[in-house]
C-alpha cells in the first residue's frame, strides 16, 4: 500500500490549480498531439485533460486508490487512457514523445542518486525530441513548512510538518480519524537547488528549454534531443 492510498479522497484539496494551468500551458507550446507518460498521476486531472485533447496518455502513480478514483472518474467522463502502477526508480516499458511529472513528483526521491537514476529512465523513456516537464518545490518553501499544522473537520484529519533529517527536507505526518480507527501516513518529502537538478538533467542528456519560477517550486522544461 502507498502511503497516499488514505489521502487519495481529499489530495485534491492540496493541489495548486495555478500549477496545472502552466503545464496546460507549457504541453501545448512545446508538444504536438501524441503519446504522453503521466508520473505521478495522483486523481488523474492532467492526464484526463491532457487525454480529452486528444494526447494517448499512460498515467501512472504508486497509489492503487489514486489509479482508482483516475479509473472511476476516466468512465464517467468518457475519456480513454490507460492506467498502470509505476515508480520512477523501476526502467520505463515503451517510450513516449512527452512525459510529465507535476505537483513535486521528484521530491519524494531520497537523495540525488535516486534523482539521477529516474530522470535517466525518463530520459530513455523519450522519444527523441521528446518533452519533459516537471516540477520541484523550493529549498525556501520547504524550509518554511517547519511547524505547520492543520486540522479539517470535513475530512477528520490532523496535518503536521516537521524539518527532516537532511537539509531542506520534511516529514509530513497526518492522523486520519475513521468511524472505528485512528491511522498515521507519513511522506517525506526534499528539495535541493534547482540548479543542481538542471546540471543533473544536463548530465544525462537533456537541453533545458524553459524555466519557470513560481512562488513555491521551479517547473523545467526539457528536451531529449535527437542523436
Same mark, same amino acid.
Given at each position: ?20 494551468e &502552466?503545464y496546460?500551458?507549457?504541453? &501545448? ?15 488523474g486531472? /492532467?492526464a ?5 485533447? !486528444? ?6 502513480? /504508486?497509489?492503487?486508490?489514486m489509479?482508482?478514483?483516475v479509473?472511476?472518474r476516466?468512465?464517467? %467522463? ?5 492506467? !498502470? @502502477? ?7 516499458p515503451?517510450?513516449? =514523445? ?8 521528484? #521530491? ?10 529516474? /530522470?535517466? #529512465?525518463? $530520459?530513455?523513456a523519450l522519444?527523441?525530441n !521528446?518533452?519533459?516537464?516537471?516540477d520541484?518545490?523550493?529549498? =525556501?518553501y520547504i524550509?518554511?513548512?517547519d511547524?505547520?499544522? +492543520? ?5 477528520r484529519?490532523?496535518? =503536521?510538518?516537521?524539518? !527532516? =533529517?537532511?537539509?531542506?527536507s520534511?516529514v509530513?505526518? @497526518?492522523?486520519?480519524? $475513521? &468511524?472505528?480507527?485512528?491511522? &498515521? ?9 534547482? #540548479?543542481?537538478? %538542471?546540471? @543533473?538533467?544536463i548530465? @544525462?542528456? $537533456?537541453?533545458?528549454? +524553459?524555466r ?12 531529449? /534531443?535527437? %542523436?
Open positions: 500500500m502507498s502511503d497516499y492510498d488514505l489521502l487519495a479522497t481529499f489530495y485534491d484539496a492540496f493541489i495548486d490549480p495555478k500549477v496545472y &502552466e496546460v500551458q507549457l504541453v &501545448e507550446k512545446y508538444t504536438s498531439v501524441g503519446t504522453m507518460l503521466d508520473i505521478g498521476c495522483g486523481t486531472s /492532467l484526463l485533460e491532457f487525454a480529452k485533447r !486528444g494526447y494517448k496518455v499512460m498515467a501512472t502513480d /504508486l497509489s492503487e486508490s489509479l482508482q478514483l479509473s472511476y476516466a468512465k464517467t %467522463e468518457d475519456v480513454a487512457l490507460e492506467i !498502470g @502502477i509505476y515508480d520512477m526508480l523501476d526502467p520505463i515503451g517510450t513516449f =514523445e512527452t512525459v510529465i511529472a507535476s505537483m513535486d513528483v521528484l #521530491n519524494h526521491l531520497d537523495d540525488l542518486e535516486d534523482v539521477q537514476f529516474g /530522470l535517466t #529512465n525518463i $530520459f530513455q522519444d527523441a !521528446g518533452i519533459f516537464i516537471f520541484v518545490l523550493s529549498a =525556501e524550509d518554511l513548512l511547524g505547520y499544522m +492543520e486540522d479539517d473537520p470535513h475530512y484529519f490532523h496535518w =503536521e510538518s516537521h524539518k !527532516g =533529517e537532511k537539509e531542506h520534511i509530513h505526518t @497526518i492522523t486520519l480519524h $475513521f &468511524e472505528d480507527d485512528v491511522q &498515521e501516513v507519513k511522506i517525506y518529502e526534499q528539495t535541493h537547488d534547482a #540548479n543542481t537538478y %538542471e546540471e @543533473i538533467a548530465r @544525462i542528456g $537533456f537541453s533545458v528549454l +524553459e519557470i519560477e513560481l512562488p513555491e517550486r521551479t517547473i523545467f522544461v526539457m528536451q531529449r /534531443l535527437s %542523436e
